[in-house]
């Protein structure tokens, strides 16, 4: 149980395109989702946190116009990354926390990597 | 400011020798505390974490970590190392109260050497 699905795993675009990439929750309810970027060999830094129904929270530093999150179900969030640049060539990775969660665990997706060209 | 510090970006052991891959933590109140591990290309799996009670936390894989509050250290351990640990591990805290996201160490790339 607890599975987190990803799609795609991988993409490459061009430069001012924009890239969606999904977050699932396969067999439970997430009321809260999370999305962080890594960058190689370095840690994940949290972008967003993602609740069902509601603007998601930003945070500090990162533009919410150019990473647009939507979680319109208790299944599905995703992030769009509008006008993409290569800096923004990196590994995405979301994470859902059940609803039904005593301590709030997180539970990842395998990550979407996306190149910029 | 919550923060999570690996100190060692890189561990090498040979294959059957113990393994210890370490975290300490500073944060504003009392953590939950979680070990993740990260295959290439691949997203984070949870091997174990600590919510409270017995200070040492049994989780996937043989592995184990002992949670020293006096020290803030929360230790990963395994007694025997395999080659197929060789990968990227996290360590992550939470806060009981406040925010729900999770503060991520900087990882520590473990190696074992057949």
């Known amino acids: 149980g607890a599975v987190v699905s990803q799609h795609p795993s991988w993409v490459i675009c061009k430069s001012g395109t924009s890239v969606k990439i999904e977050c699932r929750s396969l067999?439970?309810?997430?009321?809260?989702m999370f999305w962080y970027r890594q960058f190689p060999k370095q840690s994940l830094m949290l972008m967003a946190t993602?609740?069902?129904?509601?603007?998601?929270?930003?945070e500090q530093g990162v533009e919410k116009d150019k990473f647009l999150i939507n979680h319109a179900s208790l299944t599905l969030s995703t992030l769009t990354v509008t006008s993409a640049h290569p800096e923004d060539s990196s590994f995405y990775i979301c994470?859902?926390?059940?609803?039904?969660?005593?301590?709030?665990?997180?539970?990842f997706g395998p990550g979407t990597r996306l190149t910029v060209l | 400011a919550q923060s999570v510090a690996q100190p060692e970006d890189q561990v090498n052991v040979a294959e059957g020798n113990p393994l210890t891959v370490k975290c300490t933590y500073s944060?504003?109140?009392?953590?939950?505390l979680f070990w993740y591990v990260q295959y290439p290309n691949r997203g984070l799996q949870f091997l174990l974490k600590?919510?409270?009670?017995?200070?040492l936390v049994k989780g996937s894989y043989g592995f184990e970590a002992e949670f020293n509050k006096s020290q803030t250290s929360f230790h990963l351990k395994k007694p025997s190392a395999l080659v197929s640990d060789s990968a990227l591990y996290f360590c992550?805290?939470?806060?009981?109260?406040?925010?729900?996201?999770?503060?991520f160490g900087t990882g520590t790339r473990l190696t074992v050497i057949p």
């Open positions: 994470s859902a926390r059940p609803t039904t969660s005593s301590y709030n665990e997180q539970f």
């Open positions: 067999d439970f309810q997430a009321t809260t």
């Open positions: 993602s609740n069902e129904g509601s603007k998601a929270t930003y």
């Open positions: 944060v504003s109140g009392n953590p939950y």
């Open positions: 600590y919510i409270t009670g017995d200070n």
């Open positions: 992550a805290v939470r806060l009981k109260t406040g925010a729900n996201n999770l503060f």
